[in-house]
């Protein structure tokens, strides 16, 4: 999601009927304001944009998808508060790497999603799921700053590292999981 300048919405008809299928998506906000026309993505069928929108709105948006095919039509409504869904796009070029001077140690680093537009007023934060040798995940975090040392017991083995994202005011729900990295010490 690109909050806080554009929402993606998504949907999927259940049952799948395997028949051609249009959708239609509107929203607006609560019941009294006229309804925008969400704009489709190119990519997804079964989603689309919404890029005007209000943040922290006094009363929720209402999201209308309707379904339409040979066997007739169905619409289904569904309320949100902008904050209650916001969902950031999983940390991007995570890396491991040596710290020089610290043999105990190994520097992870990554940087904010390059959907999230303005990392530096509308800051995320940070949690760490990282494992040694054979071991379990290990889930650390909140952190604010996009690195972290994490601690290397034996020199020469290998530590696996992911980091997801979150809206600092902890609004919404936390991003998928960054790609793994592996580094050995």
Not at 30 to 35: D, E, I, R, V
Not at 65 to 91: M, Q, Y
Not at 116 to 138: S, T, V
Not at 157 to 181: C, L, N, P, R
């Amino acid at each position: 999601m690109s909050y806080p300048e554009k929402l993606q919405c998504k949907w999927e008809l259940i049952p799948s009927t395997q028949l051609n299928t249009t959708f239609i998506a509107t929203y607006r906000l609560g019941l009294t304001a006229p309804h925008s026309q969400c704009v489709k993505s190119e990519l997804d069928p079964n989603s689309c944009i919404i890029s005007s929108f209000q943040i922290f709105a006094d009363e929720p948006y209402i999201f209308n998808v309707t379904a339409r095919n040979p066997l007739g039509s169905i619409t289904k409504l569904f309320p949100f508060i902008v904050e209650n869904i916001i969902r950031p796009d999983p940390p991007e070029n995570v890396t491991l790497s040596h710290i020089s001077g610290e043999r105990r140690k190994i520097l992870l680093r990554w940087s904010p999603p390059h959907s999230w537009p303005f990392p530096e007023i509308f800051p995320l934060k940070y949690y760490i799921l990282y494992k040694r040798d054979g071991l379990k995940y290990k889930m650390i975090g909140p952190y604010e700053q996009n690195y972290f040392k994490l601690p290397v017991i034996r020199p020469n083995s290998i530590m696996q590292a992911q980091v997801a994202a979150k809206d600092f005011t902890d609004s919404g729900h936390m991003s998928e999981w960054s790609m793994v990295v592996t580094g050995r010490l």
